[in-house]
C-alpha cells in the first residue's frame, strides 16, 4: 500500500501530465474545479490531496478515471493504437459525444465505432450532395 506521500507525488505528477496534455494551466483549472490558485498550486506541489469528489470531477474533466490519478501505470494509454484512437474521439465533436459515457471501450469496439461515425457522416454529406 503507498504512503501518503507517493499518492501525493503520483497525484501531482499525473495532473502535470494531463495538464500539459490539455494545454491547460493552473489558473484555468482552478476556474474548471471551482477551487483556487493555491489549492491547485498545492496539489502540484505534493502538499495536499483533492478530496474525492474533486478527483471525480478532474477525471470528468480529462475524460479519464480516477484511476488514472491515484494508480501507478504505464501511462496514459499503455498500447499507441489505443492512444491514437482516443486522441481521434477526443478531438473530434462527432466522436467525443459517443465516448462521454463508455470510457471504458476495447479497442477493436473503438475503431469499430469511429468507422461508423466517419461512414454515417459520408453518406450525410452525399445525401445533401443529392439533394441540392
Known amino acids: 500500500m503507498p504512503t501518503e506521500q507517493e ?8 495532473l502535470t501530465e494531463i495538464m500539459e496534455k490539455h494545454n491547460i494551466n493552473q489558473v484555468e483549472l482552478s476556474k474548471v474545479l471551482n477551487v483556487s490558485e493555491s489549492t491547485v498550486g498545492k496539489w502540484l506541489l505534493m502538499k495536499a490531496m483533492p478530496r474525492m469528489g474533486v478527483i471525480q470531477k478532474l477525471a470528468d474533466y480529462f475524460n479519464v478515471g480516477k484511476s488514472y490519478f491515484l494508480e501507478e501505470t504505464n501511462g496514459y494509454y499503455e498500447d499507441p493504437e489505443v492512444a491514437a484512437l482516443a486522441e481521434e474521439a477526443r478531438t473530434n465533436p462527432d466522436i467525443r459525444i459517443l465516448f462521454s459515457a463508455a470510457k471504458d471501450i ?6 469499430k465505432t469511429i468507422d461508423f461515425v466517419k461512414f454515417l457522416k459520408s453518406q450525410e454529406r452525399s445525401d445533401n450532395d443529392f439533394s441540392e
Open 106 to 111: 476495447s479497442k477493436e469496439n473503438m475503431q
Open 7 to 14: 499518492v501525493k507525488t503520483l497525484f501531482s505528477k499525473r
